[in-house]
Structures are given as C-alpha cells and as structure tokens.
C-alpha cells in the first residue's frame, strides 16, 4: 500500500519562506507530485519530481530524496493568496495517486 | 482550451436515491481519475479508467459504486442508494498520458444527502 505523512498546519508571515515537508511509504513509486487547493476548490499543479533534487517555479521549489522517502515544498516570498490546503501525493508506476492528507498554509500579515 | 468539467456542481439527493456525476476530461486527455474529498480531509483514491476501460478501481466501494468512461462522451462516476455518509465533494481529474503527465483537476461536484 501506499501512505504519506505531512504535517497538519503551518503558519507564517508574509514575505517569509515556508516548508511544508512529506515522508512517504510506497511501492512502484514514479514521482512526487504537489497541489495547491483553496478553500475547496480545484486542487491546482504546482510541481513535480520524478528525480532526486531541486525544482524551481518562480517562489515555489519542490525538493526530493528517494532515498529518504522524503520530498519538500519550499515556498518563498510568501504572499496572503498562498494561504491555502498543500498535498503531497506519490505516483506510481501503474498510474494511480495517493494523496496526503494535507497541510493548511496560514499567511499573517 | 476548455480545462475538465464537472457537473453538476451541486447534487442533493435523499437517502436511497441514486447520483450521476459527470466529468469531460481536457481535450486530448485519454485518461480519467476520481477522487473523493471528506471535509477538512485529502483526496481518497477512487478509481482511474482510460477509454472504454477501467484500470485501477481499488478505492472504490464494491456495492452501490461504478463508473465507466465510454468511447463518446464524458466519464460517469454513479452511486446508488445514496447515503448520508457518501455526502462529499467528488473531483475528476484527467492526464494526457498515464504516469507522467500532470493531472488536471475539474472544479468538482458537490454531494449532499439528506
């Protein structure tokens, strides 16, 4: 089976850098993807890794280890639009997503 | 380019009735996923089918669950006998290719039972 662990809640400041980290336990894993989801809305692409390493999008970096069954999402400058649900979820190699269960970004001012 | 699309955005049925949800993937998108969202949870895995075949259903409730995605026309994700606990929101998301394309996510179809 497949399950992914990322923390509940975090909160920052505007302007500041944030993140949101996941541990996963998977089999037949292909990739490490991640979307963004305001108030319950279309869950929206923001990055995905498939090799070990740094990828960067404009403030957004999604980072992973394949070693360490671990992935990051890195996100810089942060703004009050950013204040939204992140998911982690693992692709596989026959096709199918496993979803975590989420982290609620919370953006003061 | 039109993105996936859901409807209807809201359902309300009553217990023991049954509910069609419809997804039409992005153009050129071959291959279709369904997933259910319980407030304030993730996204659960419920079934992924390309053209006229179903290719993963391991998240899918054996009894009252089905879903098809015919050669014409949209993908139908359809539970009967309706109950209180299947009230959620059910998104669909689409993918031009079966591991490494992105998936697109429809703005999703509101159930509510009473």
């Known amino acids: 089976g497949q399950s992914l662990e990322q923390p509940s809640e975090v909160t920052a400041v505007e302007g500041a850098i944030v993140q949101i980290n996941c541990t996963y336990q998977t089999s037949g894993f292909y990739g490490l993807s991640w979307y963004q989801q305001h108030d319950g809305g279309a869950p929206t692409f923001l990055s995905y890794?498939?090799?070990?390493g740094l990828e960067e999008t404009g403030r957004f970096s999604s980072f992973l280890s394949r070693s360490d069954s671990y992935g990051y999402l890195l996100l810089q400058e942060l703004q009050m639009k950013d204040s939204a649900s992140y998911f982690c979820a693992v692709r596989s190699n026959a096709g199918k997503s496993t979803f975590g269960d989420g982290t609620t970004l919370t953006v003061k001012p | 380019n039109a993105g996936v699309m859901q409807n209807p955005r809201h359902l309300v049925r009553r217990r023991g009735q049954e509910a069609r949800l419809r997804c039409s993937p992005m153009k050129g998108h071959s291959h279709v996923y369904w997933y259910r969202q319980l407030p304030e949870e993730g996204l659960k895995f419920m079934v992924y089918?390309?053209?006229?075949?179903?290719?993963?259903e391991s998240g899918m409730p054996k009894e009252r669950f089905s879903a098809e995605f015919p050669k014409e026309g949209p993908s139908i994700l359809r539970i009967q006998q309706v109950v209180r606990g299947d009230s959620a929101a059910y998104f669909c998301?689409?993918?031009?290719?079966?591991?490494?394309?992105?998936?697109?996510f429809g703005p999703g179809t509101r159930l509510t039972v009473l």
């Open positions: 089918l390309q053209k006229e075949n179903i290719i993963d």
């Open positions: 890794n498939a090799l070990d």
């Open positions: 998301a689409s993918s031009e290719d079966r591991v490494t394309d992105t998936q697109y």
